[in-house]
């Protein structure tokens, strides 16, 4: 089945504990984006990777990095997490950027106390 | 200057009743156009794309006019399953519009509540 899955799918953590929240896709996508999710907000774009080894920022990148150095993998990494980073994250990829559809991932509901 | 910008909403409409949904885009230079839908605490899908000489799926009607930097998005006969979140996306091409060229960039959505 294609998909984009995200692990973990919630998580409640403490200021400053370094974490990462996986996303991986089946679909052999060059595409790859995390989303933050805020009330009011709408969604916003963090960084985004346009093929392997290749990263850039969105819109809200602060706080935050990637990596991409499989086609598959798409690790968002928060070095030292702050409560405003309390959010719904989404993972999504497609063929190419700009490709007519993204594929998102479930989710992760991150907590940060 | 919001780049996406659609009806706050919320919609609570009957079953059975026909309602639409506008969007508004800032860059003129934008490209391409689509509706998602997200249900809650889902992730966003697909809907349709918007092309500017409109087009149609089943109950759902989208419009572009690229004059007025407006897309719309018609439902007609609801359906409670219809109740979701409804996001107006846009891909631009260009400088300065959040992010980089053809990322896409979404609305804050509008929600709607179909009810028996």
């Known amino acids: 089945e294609a998909q984009v899955t995200q692990n973990p799918r919630y998580l409640i953590t403490v200021t400053g504990k370094k974490l990462t929240v996986t996303c991986s896709q089946n679909?052999?996508?060059?595409?790859m984006s995390w989303y933050r999710q805020d009330p009011g907000l709408g969604l916003r774009q963090i960084y985004y990777s346009m093929n392997v080894e290749v990263t850039d920022k969105g819109d809200v990148p602060e706080g935050y990095k990637v990596s991409r150095k499989e086609k598959r993998n798409f690790p968002l990494i928060l070095e030292s997490p702050s409560p405003n980073q309390t959010s719904l994250y989404f993972c999504?990829?497609?063929?190419?950027?700009?490709?007519?559809?993204?594929?998102f991932g479930p989710g992760t509901r991150l907590t940060v106390t | 200057r919001k780049e996406v910008e659609q009806d706050p909403g919320p919609f609570n409409v009957p079953e059975g009743a026909t309602v639409a949904f506008n969007c508004t885009y800032s860059?003129?230079?934008?490209?391409?156009f689509f509706w998602y839908r997200q249900d809650c605490r889902k992730e966003p899908k697909l809907l349709m794309s918007v092309y500017s000489s409109g087009n149609e799926d089943g109950r759902f009607t989208a419009q572009l006019n690229r004059a007025s930097q407006y897309i719309s998005l018609l439902i007609r006969d609801s359906k409670l399953s219809d109740s979701a979140t409804y996001l107006c996306v846009v891909i631009s091409l260009g400088v300065g519009y959040g992010g980089s060229q053809g990322n896409l960039i979404f609305g804050k959505g509008t929600k709607l509540s179909v009810k028996p």
């Open positions: 679909m052999n996508h060059e595409y």
């Open positions: 860059n003129s230079a934008s490209q391409s």
């Open positions: 999504a990829s497609s063929l190419y950027q700009g490709a007519v559809e993204q594929y």
